[in-house]
């Protein structure tokens, strides 16, 4: 038929090429040369062909690198349109911000709470830090447990208005100074590539860190006062929130050195600090009697101080009973409201809370007073940590940039 002619013409025009295909790559794998009569020659006098197989090597190299320069030309980086020199990387800031990323900034927060949620939410009820804060708790419930009103139990009571908040001004400022270090080499490569804002960043993570604390807090100041018999519950209220008010701001002091000192230089720094918060306060030494007593004003464990004595002693207008017996053995330290001299006192046997911040100096600080320094401590060392932070990262963009 027809059909099978055509495909039997087909398979060998087929042959043919595949043939003269074999015949020129044989021809450019060999080179033949005629040679004049040699010595060798056979004696009827016809010439020998002397078949060379030359060494071919340069000419395939030669082809292959002409072969590598035209794929190069039609496809390598010639290929592409030239770069300005003046176009910067992508991460940097562009003429409207928004442009710089692909979401806006509420979605970048939302999806950077859920990832930092994710990692800090299995430490919000752990089982050691559980048991350590109720630890701490009952230790200091059982020192100071069943507190009365009698004369005697102010100096007490005064004690722990310094013990309770001081659990939340080591362990804010201790956790928040790896913040940085942790995070810094994720941070420039999310950065880097325009994942994200600092600001986005800054503002989860330092927010998201807190609720661990705030619940171990209320764990803690919970347990105190059932023990210990504080105060209600207003005092309560006013105590706690002391409490959130100063681990809000160490934490914000822990982040400000956290940016600021590098890695190696923390703890020194950090313990140093603590350890001045600690003792300026003037519970253990009068302010007065130290040589340089305005070394006290910015220490902010000053002001948590007189906040958390002002919730214990004024709050609830609790009046404290003298000692019985004030002229003959114990004495007091409240004559104008113990003795009954009109001379001397002419108190009537009851000691109000005026006259107890007055005796330990701490009436010279009204609450709003250490409010506002508290919240300004907070903010000006929150907004420092961010100011270093940012400079640290713009740093490190423009290192990266120099290898454009």
């Given at each position: 038929?027809?059909?099978?002619?055509?495909?039997?013409?087909?398979?060998?025009?087929?042959?043919?090429?595949?043939?003269?295909?074999?015949?020129?790559?044989?021809?450019?794998?060999?080179?033949?040369?005629?040679?004049?009569?040699?010595?060798?020659?056979?004696?009827?006098?016809?010439?020998?062909?002397?078949?060379?197989?030359?060494?071919?090597?340069?000419?395939?190299?030669?082809?292959?690198?002409?072969?590598?320069?035209?794929?190069?030309?039609?496809?390598?980086?010639?290929?592409?349109?030239?770069?300005?020199?003046?176009?910067?990387?992508?991460?940097?800031?562009?003429?409207?911000?928004?442009?710089?990323?692909?979401?806006?900034?509420?979605?970048?927060?939302?999806?950077?709470?859920?990832?930092?949620?994710?990692?800090?939410?299995?430490?919000?009820?752990?089982?050691?830090?559980?048991?350590?804060?109720?630890?701490?708790?009952?230790?200091?419930?059982?020192?100071?447990?069943?507190?009365?009103?009698?004369?005697?139990?102010?100096?007490?009571?005064?004690?722990?208005?310094?013990?309770?908040?001081?659990?939340?001004?080591?362990?804010?400022?201790?956790?928040?100074?790896?913040?940085?270090?942790?995070?810094?080499?994720?941070?420039?490569?999310?950065?880097?590539?325009?994942?994200?804002?600092?600001?986005?960043?800054?503002?989860?993570?330092?927010?998201?860190?807190?609720?661990?604390?705030?619940?171990?807090?209320?764990?803690?100041?919970?347990?105190?006062?059932?023990?210990?018999?504080?105060?209600?519950?207003?005092?309560?209220?006013?105590?706690?929130?002391?409490?959130?008010?100063?681990?809000?701001?160490?934490?914000?002091?822990?982040?400000?050195?956290?940016?600021?000192?590098?890695?190696?230089?923390?703890?020194?720094?950090?313990?140093?600090?603590?350890?001045?918060?600690?003792?300026?306060?003037?519970?253990?030494?009068?302010?007065?009697?130290?040589?340089?007593?305005?070394?006290?004003?910015?220490?902010?464990?000053?002001?948590?101080?007189?906040?958390?004595?002002?919730?214990?002693?004024s709050i609830s207008d609790r009046r404290f009973d003298c000692n019985s017996n004030n002229l003959d053995d114990e004495g007091t330290a409240f004559p104008r409201s113990c003795l009954q001299d009109d001379d001397v006192g002419g108190g009537d046997g009851k000691i109000a809370a005026p006259e107890i911040l007055r005796e330990y100096r701490l009436?010279?600080?009204?609450?709003?007073?250490?409010?506002?320094?508290?919240?300004?401590?907070?903010?000006?060392?929150?907004?420092?940590?961010?100011?270093?932070?940012?400079?640290?990262?713009?740093?490190?963009?423009?290192?990266?940039?120099?290898?454009?």
């Open positions: 038929s027809s059909s099978a002619a055509t495909q039997q013409r087909s398979r060998d025009d087929d042959d043919d090429d595949d043939d003269d295909l074999e015949a020129a790559g044989a021809a450019d794998d060999t080179t033949t040369t005629t040679k004049g009569p040699s010595p060798n020659s056979s004696s009827d006098g016809k010439e020998e062909v002397d078949v060379d197989v030359g060494d071919t090597s340069d000419v395939d190299d030669e082809k292959r690198v002409q072969r590598r320069a035209e794929v190069d030309r039609l496809y390598g980086a010639s290929s592409l349109e030239p770069t300005p020199l003046q176009k910067e990387m992508h991460s940097v800031r562009s003429a409207r911000r928004s442009e710089n990323y692909v979401v806006p900034f509420s979605e970048q927060v939302r999806v950077l709470f859920m990832r930092t949620w994710k990692e800090v939410w299995p430490s919000v009820f752990d089982k050691n830090a559980m048991i350590l804060h109720s630890g701490n708790a009952t230790i200091a419930g059982l020192l100071w447990f069943q507190l009365g009103y009698n004369e005697r139990d102010i100096w007490p009571k005064l004690t722990l208005a310094f013990a309770v908040p001081i659990a939340w001004v080591f362990f804010p400022l201790l956790s928040s100074l790896s913040v940085v270090p942790s995070n810094e080499v994720m941070l420039k490569k999310e950065l880097s590539s325009n994942s994200y804002m600092l600001g986005a960043w800054y503002l989860v993570v330092t927010t998201v860190l807190l609720a661990p604390m705030l619940v171990h807090s209320i764990i803690h100041v919970s347990l105190v006062f059932a023990l210990s018999n504080l105060g209600n519950l207003l005092v309560w209220l006013a105590v706690y929130g002391t409490v959130v008010l100063s681990l809000i701001t160490f934490q914000s002091i822990g982040l400000m050195f956290s940016a600021a000192i590098p890695a190696g230089n923390l703890m020194t720094c950090a313990m140093l600090y603590v350890t001045y918060c600690f003792l300026f306060i003037g519970l253990f030494v009068d302010l007065d009697d130290i040589p340089v007593p305005e070394i006290a004003l910015p220490n902010p464990m000053l002001y948590i101080m007189s906040l958390t004595a002002h919730s214990v002693f009436k010279f600080i009204p609450p709003y007073v250490a409010f506002v320094v508290l919240v300004a401590f907070m903010a000006v060392s929150r907004f420092l940590a961010y100011v270093i932070l940012r400079r640290r990262m713009d740093a490190h963009l423009r290192a990266m940039r120099s290898y454009q």
